[in-house]
């Protein structure tokens, strides 16, 4: 059973730094791309990072790009996103979502874990 | 940047009813379109790919349609479980996706 556990949200100030784990089980994790959406209170959803199988790809979201650091273990069944100066906007739900396509296209998110909330205030 | 909108953005339907959702793009797309479902407090399920093709273990009442700008998810016979909030998501431009505002559908 794919299995997809968020940790290390909290409360921080502005300004502060977080760094958040997704630890992968059920499935081969190396082969596979990652994702980070998050969700502020009573929003839709945001796509925030991706980055490849092998981490030779990624991508961020303008709203996060030059602040966040997304990153993967694949020894370890690991993504991480590390994230600094933080601000009152980055307070949202963060899910970790895999990445899957068929057809060589088509591409969607097919596991997604329960998500840790991040809270920005002072 | 592909936008994503969806109508209507909530909707009262009873158990039994057939329902649809209608989510548009800003410019086409092709079928590069999925559909999620998210009831409170979860984390939202993939239920639709490529615009019409059903994920695995989704229930056969669920399904979509369209292609180029405009999509639509229908609901043949809504069920007590399906009362939650629906998301369609354009896979265009991946890795940098972008999805609808959301549909919410609760009971009349």
């Known amino acids: 059973e794919v299995q997809l556990v968020e940790s290390g949200g909290g409360l921080v100030q502005p300004g502060g730094s977080l760094r958040l784990s997704c630890a992968a089980s059920g499935f081969t994790f190396s082969s596979y791309s990652m994702n980070w959406v998050r969700q502020a209170p009573g929003k839709g959803l945001e796509w925030v990072s991706y980055?490849?199988?092998?981490?030779?790809?990624?991508y961020y979201a303008d709203s996060v790009k030059g602040r966040f650091t997304i990153s993967r273990d694949n020894a370890k069944n690991s993504l991480y996103l590390q994230m600094n100066s933080l601000r009152d906007e980055d307070t949202a739900v963060y899910y970790c979502?895999?990445?899957?396509?068929?057809?060589?296209?088509?591409?969607?998110?097919?596991?997604w874990g329960q998500g840790t909330l991040v809270t920005v205030s002072s | 940047d592909i936008q994503m909108t969806q109508s209507p953005s909530s909707l009262s339907a009873s158990v039994g009813d057939r329902v649809t959702i209608t989510c548009r793009a800003s410019?086409?797309?092709?079928?590069?379109l999925n559909w999620y479902q998210q009831k409170p407090g979860k984390a939202p399920k993939l239920l639709i790919y490529?615009?019409?093709s059903l994920q695995s273990g989704v229930p056969s009442r669920f399904s979509g349609s369209g292609s180029g700008t405009d999509f639509t998810l229908t609901i043949s016979s809504l069920q007590p479980e399906d009362f939650a909030t629906y998301y369609c998501?354009?896979?265009?431009?991946?890795?940098?996706?972008?999805f609808g505002p959301g549909t919410k559908v609760d009971i009349k």
């Open positions: 410019q086409s797309i092709s079928s590069y």
């Open positions: 980055i490849s199988s092998s981490s030779s790809t990624i």
């Open positions: 998501q354009q896979s265009y431009s991946t890795p940098r996706v972008t």
């Open positions: 979502a895999r990445g899957d396509y068929v057809w060589g296209s088509y591409r969607y998110l097919d596991y």
């Open positions: 490529a615009a019409s």
